[in-house]
């Protein structure tokens, strides 16, 4: 069993700064990958970003150059910053685990964490 908990969401203004974390029941590194999603009123879930065992990231056009994604410990992080009104959504934190044994793998979603960017 997986737990995950996002923490950070705020009312923030155009232009603005805002971290996102997410707390994991272990080591962040232990799954095979990691990602942060978020979904938007009346529009469909997109991911944010998102990083492998190795380090390797990945990012959605609309956030590069604004976003960094990082872990360290049982800690997910989404560094944004240059925030604009078109990032407000929940934004969900996402672990992708592999079992060694038989190679399944299971995806475990935290509830979510609400950030609006508004004046």
């Known amino acids: 069993q997986v737990q995950l908990m996002e923490s950070g969401g705020a009312l923030v203004q155009p232009g603005g700064s805002l971290t996102l974390s997410c707390t994991a029941s272990?080591?962040?590194?232990?799954?095979?990958?990691m990602s942060w999603y978020r979904q938007a009123p009346g529009r469909q879930r997109e991911l944010v970003a998102n990083?492998?065992?190795?380090?390797m990231v990945n990012y959605v056009d609309s956030v590069k150059g604004r976003f960094s994604i990082s872990r360290e410990d049982n800690v997910l992080s989404l560094q944004m910053n240059s925030l604009n009104p078109e990032d407000t959504a929940a934004y969900y934190c996402?672990?992708?685990?592999?079992?060694?044994?038989?190679?399944?793998?299971?995806?475990?979603w935290g509830m979510g964490t609400q950030v609006t960017v508004a004046s």
């Open positions: 272990r080591s962040t590194s232990s799954f095979m990958r």
């Open positions: 996402d672990a992708l685990e592999e079992e060694e044994w038989s190679g399944a793998r299971q995806s475990w």
């Open positions: 990083i492998n065992k190795g380090g």
